[in-house]
């Protein structure tokens, strides 16, 4: 079994920053993947960013510049730094995590959320 938590949301203003952190955890062997999604809403939810297994980083457009993703591969963590952020960031932020489970199995897993709100 593998377990994605997300924490670090919250009440922001415009302009200000919050750092989100997305924990793996259980038996896993490897990860080849970690993504940030959102969900404002009304919305579809859409991609943010993600890293790959070798550190490779993909941004939508509307945040880049502003938001950087990184990572902790012996924590299993994933961060988001989310800078200036904008009222039109206001979402639910998810936290994806795919990879390798010990005994070959594959996963693909979510967090339960983390709700961010910027406003004035």
């Known amino acids: 079994q593998v377990h994605v938590v997300e924490s670090g949301g919250g009440l922001v203003q415009p302009g200000g920053s919050l750092t989100l952190s997305c924990v793996a955890s259980?038996?896993?062997?490897?990860?080849?993947?970690m993504g940030w999604y959102r969900q404002a809403p009304g919305k579809q939810r859409e991609l943010v960013a993600f890293?790959?297994?070798?550190?490779?980083?993909t941004y939508t457009d509307s945040v880049k510049g502003r938001f950087t993703i990184s990572k902790d591969n012996p924590k299993n963590t994933v961060y988001l730094l989310m800078t200036n952020l904008a009222a039109e960031d206001t979402a639910v932020y998810y936290c994806?995590?795919?990879?390798?489970?010990?005994?070959?199995?594959?996963?693909?897993?979510w967090g339960q959320g983390t709700q961010v709100t910027v406003s004035s």
């Open positions: 259980g038996t896993i062997s490897s990860v080849g993947f």
């Open positions: 994806n995590v795919i990879g390798r489970m010990i005994g070959s199995n594959t996963f693909n897993d």
């Open positions: 890293i790959t297994r070798t550190g490779t980083t």
